[in-house]
Nanobody, 121 residues
Framework: VQLQASGGGLVQAGGSLRLSCAGS????????VGWFRQSPGKEREFVAA????????YYAESVKGRFTISRDNAKNTAYLNMNNLKPDDTALYYC???????????????WGQGTQVTVSS
């Protein structure tokens, strides 16, 4: 199982980034996809998740109204559009897949390697 997260970088506060999570055909289109993040010294936290058919999505309160999760099953790719970024959004961002839509990291069975997002003030 392979998920590849990309798109991270250094951005000023108020800026935007778009993260991508690419999977293979047999590991992606039938699964929910979640985005999580982890900062040094902190536990991995839920950011957003989307069902296999884009019918449902969940967001952490801290990112609602700023982040949008989407997916394109034809491209086996999920996205996290991040707007109005804040220094508190600085973290290593991971994507993961699971059979059902959930916000609990431990229920995801496959993870990408992470992409660093750094927001300067």
């Amino acid at each position: 199982v392979q998920l590849q997260a990309s798109g991270g970088g250094l951005v000023q506060a108020g800026g935007s980034l778009r993260l991508s999570c690419a999977g293979s055909k047999d590991t992606f289109s039938s699964y929910a996809v979640g985005w999580f993040r982890q900062s040094p010294g902190k536990e991995r936290e839920f950011v957003a998740a989307i069902s296999w058919n884009s019918g449902n999505s969940y967001y952490a309160e801290s990112v609602k109204g700023r982040f949008t999760i989407s997916r394109d099953n034809a491209k086996n790719t999920a996205y996290l559009n991040m707007n109005n970024l804040k220094p508190d959004d600085t973290a290593l961002y991971y994507c993961a897949r699971n059979w059902h839509l959930t916000i609990i990291p431990g229920e995801y069975d496959a993870w990408g390697q992470g992409t660093q997002v750094t927001v300067s003030s």
